[in-house]
């Protein structure tokens, strides 16, 4: 079965760092998401990418935040000037349509601890 | 946007069925049911949708009565690698982001 690919499984930075996530999404899937797991709290959604665009995005994705598909296969989160409550499990995601309520296919995530 | 409530915790013993049920009072007339499966330090995974009646997969079955105001994830004879947290997740969750709540953690034990 098809997954979503994320790297790292484990991040380690310095507060005031830039950090990188990576995501290979599922091949033939269009619209690609981002979300974030504080540990013990609940996943909370983060932005939503489609055609190169931002299609919605939560309070959580401030200016800090960045996201990018470079080429045909990677899309990336970008963290600027990480603080200490950045850390946190990131989960990539993607669908094939994008109507509400599409199943999405989850990684296992990144775990990114600020230092 | 439908608002869902599901128990905290369950507890079962490997070879039982579990049946987790959420509440989902105001669901809109679009709004399809989904149940997601999330393992320790894993992104969630889905398992399961359904707009009504019943629907069946490999994993599990999703009972939905008439007033759709409630669904029942059923998950046949657990065994210990069932353990995760499930969650309830209904309508269109403010476009195509979806809305997590706290979920309910199943523990099975043998």
């Known amino acids: 079965e098809p997954e979503v690919t994320q790297t790292p499984s484990h991040q380690v930075t310095q507060m005031g760092q830039e950090v990188i996530l990576r995501c290979v999404p599922i091949s033939n899937h269009l619209y690609f998401y981002w979300y974030r797991q504080i540990l013990g709290q609940k996943v909370e959604f983060l932005v939503s990418?489609?055609?190169?665009?931002?299609?919605?995005k939560s309070e959580i994705f401030d200016d800090q935040f960045s996201v990018e598909r470079p080429d045909g296969s990677n899309f990336t989160l970008k963290i600027r000037s990480t603080k200490l409550e950045d850390s946190a499990m990131y989960f990539c995601?993607?669908?094939?349509?994008?109507?509400?309520?599409?199943?999405?296919?989850f990684g296992d995530g990144t775990r990114l601890s600020i230092l | 946007l439908a608002k869902t409530t599901q128990p905290i915790s369950m507890d079962s013993y490997e070879g039982q069925e579990v049946n987790i049920t959420c509440s989902h009072n105001n669901i809109a007339t679009n709004d399809y049911i989904t149940w997601y499966q999330q393992f320790p330090s894993q992104g969630p995974r889905f398992i399961i949708q359904g707009y009504k009646t019943k629907v069946t997969n490999e994993v599990a079955s999703l009972f939905i009565p008439a007033d759709r105001k409630s669904s029942t994830l059923s998950l046949p004879r657990v065994s210990l690698s069932d353990t995760a947290v499930y969650y309830c997740?209904?309508?269109?969750?403010?476009?195509?982001?979806?809305?997590f709540g706290k979920g309910t953690t199943l523990s099975v034990s043998s």
């Open positions: 990418f489609y055609n190169n665009e931002i299609s919605e």
């Open positions: 995601a993607s669908s094939d349509y994008g109507f509400p309520g599409q199943p999405q296919h």
């Open positions: 997740l209904v309508g269109d969750q403010a476009g195509t982001a979806l809305i």
